[in-house]
């Protein structure tokens, strides 16, 4: 035991030096990246580790939203975020069975207790229940301020889910004063200030942001939808019909067949007729 | 009742040291850092702390579990303190049993301080938690140590003590990964292959089974009656094999 103590502090000093000469080069990137970082003890002292770890926090949140049942077996695994992210491919507790049957295992004695110990049932968080993943984004976001999957899924859960809108806010902040280009973060904002709490001038000036920001990446066609949905119900709240029958008709180059992006077009259209 | 004479001589001697001291006051600190964290403006989320402090306190007891164990017989034997106690009318089996039966009551003892601090965190903390998974988790815990301690004092009769330490953790987590795949060729394949898969799963410890914290954490119904009864079969048959093993190896050890 008077062993291994010396070993534990040598173990923390390799990390903190690791992390200093590993802080020390790359200073100035994190500098120009988030003047937040530069107070973060913990930042400094994982270095390189606090991606690793940050990544297990996250895994953590969605075995929680799943009763503590990591999801690796699951070819959707990691679908807590799916629902945040891209809404209509969400899932639900009976589409998966993740437990091999009892009657399965014939005569072996120990399989049988070993299924009986681990829980292979499929069920999700509801309710209340759901503020139990929040430690494990925060702590995602503490370890590696540049994860921006958790801020969004962070402002998701707290602001859509839980009904904290401004706290939700706060975090995506954070999350946007940390990742300034982020155009999903500035998504999210928009999503939050347009779902819950219905101001609309707010959410359409985030929105406007995130697309301008998605414009200087490549990004796929589906979360050009994710990003224009909001951004065209913006409109329309506001009373911009037009704009919002333009974000569709474009989307509907990339969706041609889509049944709800037609309905849209056709309800826009309408709706400009009838002025 | 010699058996238990040295066990208490052990145990007063490892009570003597700081080492279940360093690691309370630590523990003391990271649950306090944990139950004072608030996310989002809310301080009703429980369950990261129930699983941070579970896993800190299982680490916290093997840890004790293997340090202890690992070094009684070793420790007796190159400070020659063995040779009075075997010259009086101890048997080795007997001076085995004891020194077991020591290593148990530390590891079980600081686990029970453990578990008893983090059974009143939880219960002020968020949605509570079942009384009856409490227990059963007390007593896996419980279970997982004495099966811990007898594989330990098993490899002190052939190892030093890092290598013992290292080992027996690498062998913990090494089962706690590799015995769900097992169980999946066995129940998956046929014939030779089926029965090798077989023997080494029936062969290796089955630390998983001690493993209860998802229960625990997140609200699943206790384990029946039928499965807590046969995992306390399982360790007393599996701890005893250890013991018989490790008492036949002292018995052919030159002194």
Redesign the interface.
Known sequence: ?????PVLLCCFLILYLAASIDGFFAADALRAESAALEGDTLYKILGGFRDYLSWMSLV?ADS?FH???RQENCPDAFHFSVEAIRPASGHREDEHDHS?HAE???P????K??H????TEHKHLTG?EE??I???L?YTVKLNPHNELAYVL?GYW?GVR?K?PS??VK?LLEGVSNNPNSWRIHQAIGEVYYMAEGDFEKALRYLERAKELSERENIDKFDKRVLYVPLAEAYARIGKPERSLELYEELLTDFPNNQIVQERIGHFRRMIGAR | MKILTIARHSFKELIRKKDFAVLFILFIALIGFFYTESFFGTSDASRYLKDIGFSLITLFSIVIALTFSAKQIPAELAERTVYPLLAKPVSRTEFVLGKYVGSVLMSVGSFTVFFALYAGVIATKGEGTSLVMLAQSYLFGALLLTLLSAVSIFFSLFLTLSANVTLTFLIYFLIRWVNTTIQEVILTSKGAVSALYSFIYYLLPHFEFYDIKIRLVHHWDPLPAWVVCSVVGYTVVYVTLILWGAVRSFKRKSL
Do not use: H, S, T
């Open positions: 035991m008077k062993k291994i103590i953590n929680v009763g503590g049942i091999r399965d295992l014939g072996n004695i120990l399989p207790i070993a009986a110990i681990a829980v209340a503020r139990e929040l430690p494990w925060y962070g707290v839980l904290k706290e939700a975090f």
